[in-house]
T-cell receptor
Framework: GENVEQHPSTLSVQEGDSAVIKCTYSDSASNYFPWYKQELGKRPQLIID?????GEKKDQRIAVTLNKTAKHFSLHITETQPEDSAVYFC????????????FGKGTLLTVNP | KAGVTQTPRYLIKTRGQQVTLSCSPISGHRSVSWYQQTPGQGLQFLFE???????NKGNFPGRFSGRQFSNSRSEMNVSTLELGDSALYLC????????????FGEGSRLTVL
């Protein structure tokens, strides 16, 4: 089955700096890659996603890149703010009949004012 | 419109007991997935239901089961509870099976003593 590795597990940055979180996946048939943000004590919420026919997607300060050949994708947050502090999860959805969403173990991002 | 509702929010059980958790999806959402969240393990997929049928299953023992009703509400049951079952159980719903964004509930936090 699909295996998603996420790094780093914790990341601390100064306000205004950029943050990058990287994920690799194992199933070359995976075709959908969302990122979820979970603030402390709250539910995970989708912040951005990308499909396998696209190499990059941007939404204001957040961008995601996908390298299908290397089977890895990354989340980039620019001009970080304290409210960006949260746990971020990457995920990959396999194609075909085994379409379940497999999550990485999460990255705790702390943005220091 | 109302979000995903999970009940109960918190519960404490002892080893050997069983527990039933409930999830009411967003109106119109027909797919319901369940995830177990534990520190360091991220979100692990339990199963997905659509049209009252289990469509996919994760790697959990048979003590974990679920069902979906005709109104798309879902329940999951864990029998013969073990200490390691202590976790946050999250329900996530979507309009259709194998589609993009999942909408998560706030979870049911289970503590097994």
């Amino acid at each position: 089955g699909e295996n998603v590795e996420q790094h780093p597990s914790t990341l601390s940055v100064q306000e205004g700096d950029s943050a990058v979180i990287k994920c690799t996946y194992s199933d070359s048939a995976s075709n959908y890659f969302p990122w979820y943000k979970q603030e402390l004590g709250k539910r995970p919420q989708l912040i951005i996603d990308i499909r396998s026919n696209v190499g990059e997607k941007k939404d204001q300060r957040i961008a995601v890149t996908l390298n299908k050949t290397a089977k890895h994708f990354s989340l980039h947050i620019t001009e970080t703010q304290p409210e960006d502090s949260a746990v971020y999860f990457c995920a990959a959805k396999s194609g075909g009949s085994n379409y379940k969403l497999t999550f990485g173990k999460g990255t705790l991002l702390t943005v220091n004012p | 419109k109302a979000g995903v509702t999970q009940t109960p929010r918190y519960l404490i059980k002892t080893r050997g007991q069983q527990v039933t958790l409930s999830c009411s999806p967003i109106s119109g959402h027909r797919s319901v997935s369940w995830y177990q969240q534990t520190p360091g393990q991220g979100l692990q997929f339990l199963f997905e239901y659509f049209s009252e049928t289990q469509r996919n299953k994760g790697n959990f023992p048979g003590r974990f089961s679920g069902r979906q009703f005709s109104n798309s509400r879902s329940e999951m049951n864990v029998s013969t509870l073990e200490l390691g079952d202590s976790a946050l159980y999250l329900c996530a719903t979507a309009l259709q099976m194998n589609t993009g964004e999942l909408f998560f509930g706030e979870g049911s936090r289970l503590t097994v003593l």
